[in-house]
């Protein structure tokens, strides 16, 4: 082969995961993520491209103007799920496809269940023709293509976020560092980082992750903002860490730009715990001025509130003594 048939290949290669928008030079965005989704899975299901040519101009014309073969011009028995699955990733035109990767993971989640039911079905019953696809061996093989992908989508997603699809208003709080001497008041530090959440989330120009899905970092060791900024798809992170000794409480936070590590904001409240009562309003609304974030005058309101004006009584509010 020369080098010129060998930079052929590499230029068709490349040129048959490119969708119509890019084609015609539009811009792009995650639907065009779909799109190349679409081309992988269907190659990987009939083991040929859908669409091809001998040219890359050739290539591109088959993007533009052709459909690709049907699944059953390769495999017989292919369930109509997949085919519908399949061409819909491959639309034409980007509003046709999946808008977005959960949408296309729950399809695929969908067919997985489907097979997997009349699989079941076929072991249990006499099968019908139109349940023997089953059980060759092409419909492991698929069975384990949708497990798998409908596995690796989120991650695969996640990895192809754009910083532009991220809101600039949005926050992840992340769980607090306990440096008590005691180690027992950890279910302070949690009910200080619950309390600014849920005053966070009261506000409606922000997007606030929620505190199921930021316990996954709960261990402040090695975290990777950055990969954090991916995985929740938030803009923002709040950190914090509380000591308290005897009646006083020292309470350290750090806002920052997860997107590229930047601190934008930090601030330390030593206060006894008495006063340290409504201080995650003034958290809250401290962080909503950073974030430029409107506040309606109910949302003012109530962030000024105080959960409770007995001390006691706020301690024995945190998620540890409630459970």
Avoid at 163 to 189: G, R, T
Wanted: no cysteine.
């Amino acid at each position: 082969m020369t080098l010129a048939e060998t930079n052929l290949g590499s230029i068709l290669g490349t040129v048959r995961y490119m969708s119509p928008e890019q084609a015609r030079g539009a811009p792009v965005d995650k639907r065009t993520d779909i799109w190349s989704l679409g081309v992988v899975l269907y190659e990987m299901v009939t083991g040929h491209a859908p669409f091809t040519g001998d040219t890359p101009g050739e290539v591109m014309t088959s993007i533009l103007e052709k459909e690709p073969p049907p699944l059953t011009s390769y495999i017989a028995h292919t369930p109509a799920e997949l085919q519908q699955i399949i061409s819909k990733t491959l639309r034409k035109e980007r509003e046709e496809r999946y808008q977005s990767a959960h949408e296309l993971l729950e399809a695929l989640q969908s067919l997985r269940r489907s097979m997997e039911f009349k699989a079941a079905l076929e072991r249990s019953t006499e099968a019908p023709s139109w349940l023997r696809w089953t059980r060759s061996p092409i419909a492991s093989v698929l069975v384990l293509l949708v497990a798998a992908l409908a596995l690796a989508l989120p991650f695969y997603w996640h990895r192809n976020r754009t910083p532009s699809s991220i809101p600039e208003k949005s926050i992840a709080v992340l769980p607090f560092e306990n440096f008590s001497d005691n180690k027992e008041n950890s279910y302070f530090a949690a009910g200080i980082q619950d309390d600014v959440l849920t005053s966070l989330a009261q506000i409606h120009d922000l997007k606030v992750i929620s505190r199921t899905s930021v316990m996954a970092y709960q261990k402040p060791g090695g975290r990777n903002m950055r990969e954090i900024s991916q995985a929740l798809g938030v803009a923002n992170v709040l950190e914090g860490s509380v000591r308290r000794t005897g009646n006083r409480v020292l309470v350290n936070v750090q806002l920052i730009d997860a997107r590229n590590d930047r601190h934008i904001w930090a601030e330390r409240y030593d206060r006894a715990v008495a006063d340290s009562i409504g201080l995650q309003g003034e958290l809250a609304a401290e962080i909503a001025k950073v974030l430029q974030a409107k506040l309606d005058p109910e949302e003012k309101a109530s962030l000024g509130t105080k959960p409770t004006n007995n001390p006691e009584a706020y301690v024995a509010l945190s998620p540890s003594s409630r459970a």
